[in-house]
């Protein structure tokens, strides 16, 4: 089956600190990539994705690369805000009316002035 | 405008009572979802419609009906609650096409069952 594994949080950085929050995934045919971000007492938003391999998704200074050789869409920013504080989650989902979308469990990150 | 609304957004009740939470999306999207959030922030995926009709029913107990009106609305229905129950439910909703199925969120329920 289809699933989606992050690293756990949480993740402590400080103010312009670099991010990296690994992804990885297993998935039939060639799903789109997803990375998701949660804000305290919010739902979730899109941050960014990707639809096909070697596409980069990037938004809000943050950016992943949808690599299909090492499975993975890892989530990057250079210099991090405290603004940033949130739940960040990757998913995969494909089209497909019975299709699930599949996200991993969520990677906490906090970040200190 | 919220693209996917639901109500309540906090709900506070007893057990072995019965509770409806209502979505409503304005995207003009084919397909809805609910999902329950937990403790930890895991998403667990409970029910898909895809224009009225249920296509996906994860194993969810059957305390819980979801009901799909037309295809801008799910309502989830959970009877005799339970203290296990008490978690954030999220609705959402995509449409099929290419470019993947972005998933777009409601703000959230948080139901606590005491």
């Known amino acids: 089956g289809n699933s989606v594994t992050q690293m756990e949080g949480p993740v402590t950085l400080s103010e312009e600190a670099f991010l990296t929050i690994n992804c990885t995934y297993t998935a039939t045919g060639y799903p789109s990539l997803f990375w998701y971000v949660q804000y305290p007492g919010e739902g979730l938003q899109l941050l960014l994705k990707?639809?096909?391999?070697?596409d980069k998704g990037s938004n809000k200074g943050f950016e992943a690369t949808y690599r299909k050789e090492t499975t993975s869409f890892h989530l990057e920013k250079g210099s991090v805000q405290v603004s940033d504080s949130a739940v960040y989650f990757c998913?995969?989902?494909?089209?497909?009316?019975?299709?699930?979308?599949?996200f991993g469990r969520g990677t906490s990150l906090i970040v200190h002035p | 405008d919220t693209a996917v609304s639901q109500t309540p957004k906090y709900l506070v009740t007893q057990m072995g009572n019965d509770k409806s939470i209502k979505c409503e999306q304005n995207l003009g999207h084919d397909t809805m979802y609910w999902y329950k959030q937990d403790s930890k922030k895991f998403l667990k995926i409970m029910f898909s419609?895809?224009?009225?009709?249920?296509?996906i029913n994860e194993t969810v107990p059957n305390r819980f009906s979801p009901k799909s009106p037309d295809k801008a609305h799910l309502n989830l229905h959970i009877n005799s609650l339970e203290l296990g129950d008490s978690a954030v439910y999220f609705c959402a909703s995509s449409q099929e096409g290419r470019g993947g199925n972005t998933i777009y969120f409601g703000e959230g329920s948080w139901l606590t069952v005491v």
């Open positions: 419609y895809n224009n009225k009709e249920l296509i």
């Open positions: 990707a639809t096909k391999a070697d």
């Open positions: 998913a995969l989902s494909r089209s497909g009316g019975s299709y699930i979308p599949t």
